[in-house]
């Protein structure tokens, strides 16, 4: 069966400093791979989304970025956070050729003071 | 205009009772549905997809009415364990979901 990892479960960053969040999949290949942001009392905003290794789309611009080094391996970062980035992050995967809905990761809760 | 509305509740449900509620989509296009649960604090859960016939999976029931770009989840019988966030999802390019803001649901006893 498939997996999803997601860390830090929590994280609290000061302004400025940089970020790095992992997400794994488990036990498939070539999945979609998504991350969204949710802020509080918030509907999901996607932010990246990747259909293979090396490739990213980007939803919002912003000061954010992701990375996909390794086809289960996706990588959000930030260089510098800024008060706005708090938000609970969530990785989710798909099945490449179905239309099939998402798994999402526990997440991590970001709080930049 | 949002792809995805709801209203964002909060529905309070008398344990036992039924509740419904909606979801509109703009993109017509659109081929895959799904209902999500999310509770507080934690990650979204997929609920159930929805179906063109409608589909009932125990004490849920979900529609689609495609004409008026409508989704509908009918929770019969209500748990205090039913109380949750329930975001509608529609399906777009790329294998693309657009999630809803969600609909809260508080069942009392």
């Known amino acids: 069966s498939q997996t999803i990892h997601q860390w830090p479960a929590t994280l609290v960053q000061p302004v400025g400093s940089p970020l790095s969040l992992e997400c794994t999949v488990e036990?498939?290949?070539?999945?979609?791979l998504y991350w969204y942001r949710q802020a509080a009392g918030r509907g999901l905003q996607l932010l990246f989304y990747?259909?293979?290794?090396?490739?990213i789309s980007s939803e919002v611009p912003q000061n954010l970025s992701a990375s996909r080094p390794q086809d289960r391996q996706f990588i959000l970062s930030s260089k510098k956070l800024l008060l706005s980035d708090s938000g609970f992050y969530l990785c989710?995967?798909?099945?490449?050729?179905?239309?099939?809905?998402?798994?999402f990761g526990s997440g991590t809760r970001l709080t930049v003071v | 205009r949002k792809e995805v509305e709801q209203d964002p509740g909060p529905f309070n449900v008398p344990e036992g009772a039924t509740v419904a509620f909606n979801c509109t989509y703009s993109?017509?296009?659109?081929?895959?549905f799904f209902w999500y649960r999310q509770d507080c604090r934690k990650e979204p859960k997929l609920l159930m997809s929805?179906?063109?016939s409608g589909n009932e999976d125990g004490r849920f029931t979900a529609q689609l009415n495609r004409a008026s770009q409508y989704i509908s989840l009918l929770i019969r019988d209500s748990k205090l364990s039913d109380s949750a966030t329930y975001l509608c999802?529609?399906?777009?390019?790329?294998?693309?979901?657009?999630f809803g803001a969600g609909t809260q649901v508080v069942v009392t006893p």
């Open positions: 989710a995967w798909t099945f490449r050729d179905r239309a099939l809905g998402y798994t």
């Open positions: 036990g498939t290949s070539n999945p979609n």
């Open positions: 990747s259909v293979g290794i090396g490739q």
């Open positions: 993109n017509s296009a659109s081929q895959s």
């Open positions: 929805v179906y063109s």
């Open positions: 999802v529609v399906g777009g390019s790329w294998g693309k979901l657009q």
